[in-house]
């Protein structure tokens, strides 16, 4: 009786090993393979994969350029308004509907702006307090951008309410830029597992795009200008089409690349990947070029022109996203 009982406790115990060897395993295993958890900012929910994205700076940057961005602004629109006759010179109201409070004279109109403010916030609220779960890393990064660049965009267009000029309408036109790219980048990015532009890239676009929109709004004659944006905007519109449709994070800015590669593509269109994005991108073009001739014939500012191009290309996109989905 005794050995049996000896025999009995030995191969549990040699059991209980067994076990403990099975769950350490498991629990090594699933270290190795389920990705490591991400904490991010601004959020409740810490489960998020660790992914090497580039948007992670998105946020920071933008926030950094709104302080360089707003300090000279700021010293700018104080100078004209504290000064009465460089305010008569300089900042033109509509004084049909002007209500002055206190030493603002279109408090209306700086008063309006507190929209984008509250729905900004709003949409913080809205996304970080009920549906904090997101799946894709990189839409939060963005969705954080596009917070960011609604609650800045009313604090600049305050700004620019208080002295309306022509020089200060890029104060009220910048955030606006930010604001559709994101949105634009944020839709397509629902359907993409790797980055679709470099963020360092992105920005450095932008600030070609403010170049641009400042001489503009700073210089009579434009001519040149509109000379420019007809050579470089179809060119650049066809490379950043390409380089969203072939999926490249690092883009190439090879147009002879894309036109071969295109054009071996289109031999066979029955291969061609995902063919209703390449004809959303194709009406995308066609219709900017459409915007591009008209701005040019009826004289249209280039800061209205771009708005317009982003709000078309905003549009259609999410149209495009809408049908994927129901599809």
């Known amino acids: 009786m005794l050995s049996t009982n000896l025999i009995e406790t ?50 920071r940057l933008l926030l950094l350029i709104s302080i360089f961005y707003g300090l000279p602004t700021t010293q700018y629109i104080f100078y004209q308004i504290s000064d009465p006759e460089v305010r008569k010179e300089q900042c033109y109201f509509n004084n049909k509907c002007v209500h002055q409070v206190g030493g603002i004279v279109s408090f209306n109109n700086v008063i309006s702006n507190l929209a984008y403010i509250l729905l900004s916030l709003t949409l913080y609220y809205i996304i ?38 022509r020089v200060n309408l890029q104060f009220d036109t910048t ?8 949105m634009i980048i944020y839709i397509l990015q629902k359907n993409r597992k790797n980055d679709l532009i470099d963020i360092s890239k992105l920005f450095l676009f932008m600030g070609v795009l403010i170049f641009i929109n400042t001489i503009n709004l700073t210089l009579d004659n434009n001519s040149f200008e509109w000379i420019f944006v007809i050579i470089i905007f179809p060119i650049s519109n066809f490379i950043i089409s390409a380089n969203v449709y072939f999926g490249h994070t690092n883009w190439s800015f090879n147009i ?37 001739i008209t701005s040019i014939s009826k004289n249209i500012d280039f800061s209205k022109f771009l708005l317009g191009t982003l709000c078309i290309d905003m549009i259609i996109v999410l149209i495009h996203h809408i049908a994927f989905k129901i599809n």
């Open 128 to 165: 970080f307090k009920y549906d904090n779960t997101f799946q894709n890393v990189r839409e939060y990064y963005l969705i954080i951008c596009i917070i960011i660049s609604m609650l800045l965009e009313g604090v600049y267009s305050s700004l620019y309410h208080l002295c309306p000029s």
């Open 175 to 182: 955030f606006m830029f930010f604001f559709g790219v994101f």
């Open 256 to 292: 002879f690349y894309f036109i071969c590669r295109l054009r071996h593509s289109f031999t066979n269109i029955r291969r061609l990947p995902n063919i209703s994005y390449l004809f959303c991108l194709i009406i995308i073009n066609v219709l900017n070029l459409c915007l591009l």
């Open 10 to 59: 030995e191969s549990e115990n040699n059991e209980s090993i067994i076990e403990n060897d099975i769950e350490e395993e498991t629990d090594s295993l699933q270290q190795i393979f389920s990705p490591k958890n991400d904490q991010l900012p601004f959020s409740s929910s810490r489960n998020k994969r660790k992914i090497q994205t580039s948007y992670k700076h998105s946020w």
